[in-house]
C-alpha cells in the first residue's frame, strides 16, 4: 500500500478539525496542517477545491459564522464565484476539515471527517 501524502485544511480549534487529527495520528499518518485561521485560505486551493467537491459542500451552511451574516449576503451565495469571495472573507464558513489525498499524480479532495471513506482511500478504494 502506498500511503498518499495528505494535506489538512482546517482551524486548529474546529472539534471536528480535532476529531480528524485524531483519527490520523491513530492511524499512523503524517500529514500536513494548514490553519486558516493562521495561513489564511490558499485562492488556488480553493478554486480546486470548488472544482473536485463543488462551491455547494464547500459552504457550512450550518456553522455558527453562516447564522451571523446577514440574510442578503446568505442569499448572494448562489454559485461558485460568489461561494469564492464569501469563503475568502470568512474561512470559518468552510466546511471542515478540507483534505486533499495526494497519491502519485492523483489528488483526491474531501470534505468532513468520514472514517469509513478515509480508511477506503488509505487502501486505494474510493
Not at 495528505?6 to 472539534?15: F, Q, W
Request: aromatic share 8%; proline share 2%.
Amino acid at each position: 500500500m502506498i500511503t498518499p501524502d495528505i494535506t489538512l485544511y482546517g482551524i486548529s480549534n474546529c472539534d471536528t478539525v480535532k476529531k480528524a487529527r485524531a483519527w490520523l495520528s491513530a492511524q499512523g499518518l503524517e500529514y500536513q496542517f494548514h490553519d486558516f485561521k493562521k495561513h489564511g485560505v490558499p485562492a488556488d486551493r480553493l478554486t480546486q477545491w470548488m472544482a473536485a467537491v463543488g462551491w455547494e459542500k464547500l459552504v457550512n451552511r450550518q456553522g455558527t459564522t453562516w447564522r451571523k451574516l446577514d440574510t442578503a449576503t446568505q442569499a448572494a451565495v448562489c454559485d461558485a464565484a460568489s461561494a469564492n469571495a464569501l469563503l475568502q472573507a470568512h474561512a470559518s464558513a468552510i466546511k471542515r476539515p478540507v483534505v486533499e489525498w495526494r497519491r502519485s499524480a492523483e489528488t483526491r479532495t474531501t470534505v468532513g471527517f468520514d472514517a469509513a471513506l478515509w480508511t477506503q482511500l488509505l487502501h486505494g478504494a474510493g
